[in-house]
């Protein structure tokens, strides 16, 4: 028996990709799709040629991160053309594909998985410096699969998502012990929704309009959260200084010997680019959440 003819057709196409990265999560809702929107957006003011690829067939909501929704594939000679938002970014998702936004994908696993191996075969990306996976949450076959085509070509590693709470690191180490497993390295983890930061300064912006000077409310706000909310101080570990449950990502990445890549905080600015289809920072470099992962990763 020769050798898979499929597999020999992703590794021609992943040759010309340089870096290829999977970002992970243990459960849904933690910003996984948020992180790859904005760490390709990222990559790509600093001019690299990028590729995001969406593979979360379930729910993939990459194309209205990235302002395309209502876009359509167009197929070619060299295969499928991916949408493009720049002339450097290139999307790719199983949402351009379905007539209507509201449809269910329903699928068992081997139709996923032939979908998934067309992605990676069939997506005519060119030359890439960076190619930024979005998988589904968890690990299932899905995701076994497509660590064994991206291993035949080379990959970096994976980056994990997670939020601060317990109930969510819990699935990370689960993560962690998958990718141990399949010896995918781990690039690192993001600790994401961790602490608030806009709120706080339009407190203290709110402080201005009301007494005519700048006083930071920062204090006065979390007191009176200690006291009339105290269940919302708890949801989202504040930052350190306020709450020592802070930090659970950075603990556990210690315990289990990997990377920790930083928090991004809960930020409402975020929410909106990201409903809004667009970068969330000007300036890359303070985009607290593609800038420690970038470090990591454009230094390799
Ligand atoms: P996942 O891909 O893990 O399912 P999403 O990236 O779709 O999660 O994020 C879920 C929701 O949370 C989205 O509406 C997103 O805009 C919002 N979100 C993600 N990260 C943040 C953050 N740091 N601050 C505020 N909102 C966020």
């Known amino acids: 028996k020769g050798p898979d003819p499929d597999l020999v057709a992703i590794v021609e196409r992943m040759a010309k990709v340089k870096h290829k990265m999977l970002v992970l999560s243990g459960k849904g809702g933690v910003g996984k799709s948020t992180f790859s929107a904005q760490l390709s957006f990222a990559l790509a003011a600093m001019n690299f040629q990028v590729g995001l690829l969406d593979i979360d ?71 890439l410096d960076f190619l930024v996976v979005d998988a589904p949450p968890g690990t299932s076959d899905e995701h076994i699969s497509i660590v064994q085509f991206l291993q035949a070509t080379g990959i970096d590693g994976a980056i994990i998502v997670t939020t601060p709470q317990q109930v969510s690191l819990i699935d990370v180490r689960k993560e962690v012990s998958f990718c141990k497993k399949v010896g995918l390295p781990v690039l690192g983890v993001v600790e994401n929704m961790s602490g608030l930061c806009q709120p706080l300064s339009e407190f203290k912006f709110l402080s201005v309009a009301e007494t005519g000077e700048q006083k930071d409310m920062t204090e006065w706000v979390i007191a009176q959260m200690r006291e009339k909310a105290p269940d919302l101080l708890q949801i989202f570990a504040f930052s350190e200084v306020f709450d020592s449950s802070a930090g659970g990502g950075a603990k556990m990445c210690l315990e289990m010997g990997v990377p920790f890549l930083g928090k991004v905080p809960l930020d409402p600015q975020l929410c909106k680019a990201a409903e809004e289809g667009r970068s969330c920072f000007e300036d890359v470099k303070k985009c607290p959440v593609s800038a420690p992962a970038i470090k990591t990763i454009v230094k390799k």
């Open 57 to 127: 067939i379930c729910g993939p909501s990459i194309p209205k991160m990235l302002g395309l929704e209502g876009q359509e594939i167009h197929q070619s000679n060299f295969g499928w053309s991916p949408v493009y938002v720049e002339s450097n970014l290139g999307v790719m998702s199983i949402g351009f594909m379905l007539p209507n936004p509201d449809d269910a994908v329903i699928w068992r696993g081997p139709r996923k998985n032939g979908i998934i191996k067309q992605f990676l075969k069939d997506v005519d990306w060119g030359e």
